[in-house]
């Protein structure tokens, strides 16, 4: 895989789980300001995204955390093993 193939899911993952996070505050804020039940349709639209609302309010900082350790732990060994401007890492193996 090329590293702008790489770079493009990248970038698309990372706007996934950002508009995944708006549409959850979103429907929250909807909840938590206006009378959803005032119209039964809306109503039922809304207890209708109760529970994947639910979901994603438990998997998105699970994902989030996730992506963020790997790029964390990825800089970390880059830093620690390969400082830049110099061929001896700061830690040896040995």
Not at 7 to 18: D, E, G, L, P, V
Not at 56 to 81: H, M, T
Request: charged fraction near 15%; hydrophobic fraction near 45%.
């Amino acid at each position: 895989m090329s590293a702008k193939t790489d770079h493009k899911k990248t970038q698309q993952r990372k706007r996934i789980i950002f508009i995944s996070s708006l549409l959850v505050s979103a429907f929250w804020l909807s909840g938590r300001i206006g009378n959803v039940y005032r119209f039964p349709a809306l109503g039922a639209i809304y207890e209708s995204f109760w529970l994947p609302a639910l979901a994603l309010l438990v998997v998105l900082p699970v994902i989030s955390f996730y992506y963020w350790s790997r790029k964390i732990q990825c800089s970390v060994a880059l830093s620690l093993f390969h400082p830049p401007g110099s061929h001896q890492p700061y830690f040896s193996m040995r």
